[in-house]
């Protein structure tokens, strides 16, 4: 290698993804295994098969053929040998299946493989796989009884059974539950049922795995609305006929994520419904997964498309401040302000403020009522000062300097720095309510425990992003290359992917010349919504990202909460759904 030429660096677990069949392949190109087992009639355990028929064909043209009776181990019961013809002397030669599986596995390499109740034959492969220690290739399954049932009516044939069917198609073979002519018959009546899909628009192998599959006339109808859209990383936009944003969505590839809620797989109500609105796809590539993330965030949050249940008015967070003046308390507010003295957030809705604002009333003593106090008239106590639970500073009982060490400074410092104090009195209050047998009352507290260690870490995490005014980091790319993400004030603003085998900090350079300006703010959240920097932040933390520049340190408070991280898990593992509706 020349003295400072440029080498990408492999990662472990980046291999790419397995191949297959292309569902995109015409029916006329795909190669089928028509696929048929004899068995001694038990549950699928790994066992339990007598013989293996297979005959592999493509274009109506026969390629291959399979064929071997199997020892299964165990005596046939008596009514599979009246049923098959297949007795104990003729297995008792034959060879085990866990020799037969390699060749058979081998046999369905690059096809589709097909059988008549299709369920029952891959369980039966799959559990023998699975016993044997052979792994199960997962191929593309077609099943002829499934597609029959939608091809043909009622007035055609009375039922779907092989048998029925072969009678209808006029096979060559007769069915004889004998796995190869069973297998040979399966194959005339697949070559009937494809020639009845050209009339329900289905020409490749994908769609006729899914026309078999139960889906609904609106995906059926819709299906077009899938075609041409790129096989890229980016987002997708179903637009209704004035064009109307319906429902943003995100994948690493845009054509196949579409396809699929055209499928069985897709029985969401809602979506259904959004289907039957939507008239067109819309495609915007991004250069990967982060970039495409976050365009997903904000075009859900600019339009607000109906039919997306997340991330769709991330304006609407909400914070838990000191107030100005003497004796402050802790109030909820829609905004903070340079000014504010300390405060935590933001928060995804008001009561999740309300509990980590009871957490640190039960913790430090910050008074609770509303009144606006004065340093020169007295206020009448509440209830909570003959409680012992506010040192009434209504009164006077206090001074603003005490209080401001004893309430204020605890709350303060817990929010930017550390909440070791806060933790310590919660923990010992859920321990003396404990003791004393008042475990309900114990496990709002820990609820209202979980509630300010979870605002805490995450405030101090997006903090420590969005005080750096600009981050370039680099990601390994699947095929080659990097992925590049340049970061300003925990906003996405540039991306982009690097050429295979090019040095990456040109393209870093390309991007940072056109990049968003974003100017600094205020609080943990300056330039972007919370949600699109903790996604920058996940994509930060994988462990294959590198930072390649920075403007400034990246770093949290070496006493922060994010040393509390295992407390919180505990507190949230230990919470359920009933002391999360706040019964104090």
């Known amino acids: 290698m020349a003295?400072?030429?440029?080498?990408?660096q492999t990662l472990a677990g980046l291999d790419?993804?397995?191949g297959g069949v292309d569902p995109a392949l015409p029916l006329y190109a795909t190669t089928f295994v028509v696929l048929d087992l004899e068995t001694t009639g038990g549950a699928p355990d790994g066992g339990g098969i007598t013989e293996v028929g297979a005959v592999k064909v493509r274009g109506g043209e026969e390629l291959g053929v399979l064929a071997t009776l199997v020892n299964p181990g165990v005596p046939i019961p008596p009514f599979i040998t009246v049923l098959?013809?297949?007795?104990?002397?003729?297995?008792?030669?034959?060879?085990?299946?866990?020799?037969?599986?390699?060749s058979l596995l081998e046999f369905l390499t690059d096809a589709v493989l097909v059988a008549h109740n299709a369920p029952y034959d891959v369980g039966f492969l799959k559990a023998a796989c699975a016993r044997h220690g052979y792994p199960w290739p997962h191929p593309r399954v077609l099943d002829t009884a499934a597609l029959a049932r939608r091809v043909l009516s009622r007035d055609e044939v009375p039922n779907r059974k092989l048998g029925t069917l072969a009678a209808y198609?006029?096979?060559?073979t007769r069915p004889t539950h004998r796995a190869l002519d069973d297998a040979k018959a399966t194959v005339d009546v697949l070559h009937g049922l494809i020639a009845r899909l050209g009339g329900h628009r289905v020409d490749t192998i994908g769609d006729a795995i899914?026309?078999?599959?139960?889906?609904?006339?609106t995906q059926r109808r819709k299906r077009h609305l899938a075609e041409g859209l790129p096989k890229v990383p980016g987002v997708y936009i179903f637009r209704a006929a004035d064009d109307r944003p319906l429902y943003v969505g995100t994948s690493v590839d845009i054509a196949t994520r579409v396809r699929s809620y055209f499928t069985a797989s897709e029985k969401r109500a809602r979506i259904s419904e959004m289907l039957a609105a939507a008239e067109r796809v819309e495609a915007v590539e991004c250069a990967h997964s982060l970039e495409a993330e976050v365009r997903e965030l904000r075009l859900i949050g600019a339009h607000a498309p109906p039919y997306n249940r997340r991330s769709k008015f991330p304006e609407r967070v909400v914070w838990l401040k000191l107030t100005d003046g003497p004796y402050p308390r802790l109030s909820?507010?829609?905004e903070i302000a340079p000014a504010d003295r300390a405060y935590l957030g933001p928060f995804t809705s008001r009561r999740a403020a309300e509990l980590a604002a009871a957490g640190f009333h039960d913790a430090v003593p910050l008074r609770q009522c509303t009144h606006r106090l004065s340093l020169r008239t007295v206020t009448p106590a509440c209830a909570l000062a003959e409680l012992g639970r506010c040192p009434a500073p209504c009164e006077h009982r206090i001074t603003p300097e005490e209080y401001d060490d004893r309430a204020v400074a605890p709350f303060a410092t817990a929010t930017a720095g550390d909440p070791q104090p806060v933790v310590d009195a919660l923990l010992s209050r859920i321990g003396a309510l404990s003791a004393g047998q008042r475990y309900e009352e114990a496990a709002v507290v820990r609820s209202r425990l979980a509630a300010v260690l979870r605002a805490t870490v995450r405030m101090q995490r997006l903090s420590a992003l969005t005080g750096i005014a600009e981050l370039a980091a680099a990601r390994p790319a699947a095929g080659g290359g990097w992925e590049l993400a340049l970061v300003r004030h925990g906003r996405l603003a540039g991306a982009g992917v690097s050429p295979p085998g090019v040095h990456p900090r040109p393209t870093i350079q390309a991007i940072r010349a056109t990049a968003e300006t974003v100017l600094p703010g205020h609080g943990p959240t300056p330039s972007a919504s919370a949600e699109e920097s903790e996604r920058i932040l996940s994509w930060l933390e994988r462990p294959e990202t590198r930072l390649v520049e920075m403007s400034s340190g990246w770093a949290s408070p070496a006493a922060g909460a994010a040393r509390f991280r295992d407390l919180l898990h505990k507190a949230e593992s230990a919470t359920t759904h009933q002391i999360w509706t706040e019964r104090s």
Do not use: C, S
């Open 16 to 18: 790419p993804a397995t």
């Open 210 to 217: 899914e026309f078999a599959r139960a889906v609904t006339p």
């Open 3 to 8: 003295p400072g030429e440029y080498v990408q």
């Open 332 to 334: 909820v507010v829609r």
């Open 84 to 102: 098959t013809g297949i007795t104990q002397a003729m297995l008792v030669p034959a060879p085990p299946i866990e020799q037969v599986l390699p």
């Open 169 to 172: 198609f006029r096979t060559a």
